[in-house]
């Protein structure tokens, strides 16, 4: 049972690194992803501001979700799902952020660059791929 819950926490966890590295990585460093946001210059600055703060706001969930998982002590159960909640949040919003208007996956310029993945954007992608590692995570918790 311990083997379960240890292996749970780690899939957690590993979203939750993915989230911490994800938007930093390829909204800022890698140059071919970075192109198409902070270092993109047809976006204006305040989009930019949007796009860091998009970066700091993983980071910071990332972070705060490995900090509860891992935190000693206390409630085991309750410290995971929270955990889990945390981690998710980040994804979350990232799909609720392509149901407003004017929205896109993708700038109209990038689009012949952007390789779908399974016919989905690689975010959309990404995001349904965490979201699955997470539900599989809350499964292994119970076993």
Known sequence: MEVWRLLATLLVSVVSMITVLGGLLADLVVSTTAKQ???NPHWPPHAKFHNGQTICLGVLLGLLALCILWYPGG???GRFHLG???AALYWLAMIGASLLPGTRWVDPEFVKDTRLVLKMPPQLFLACFIFILLIISEMLFFL
């Open 84 to 86: 889990v909640i945390i």
């Open 37 to 39: 946001h902070m270092r």
């Open 75 to 77: 409630d085991l159960a």
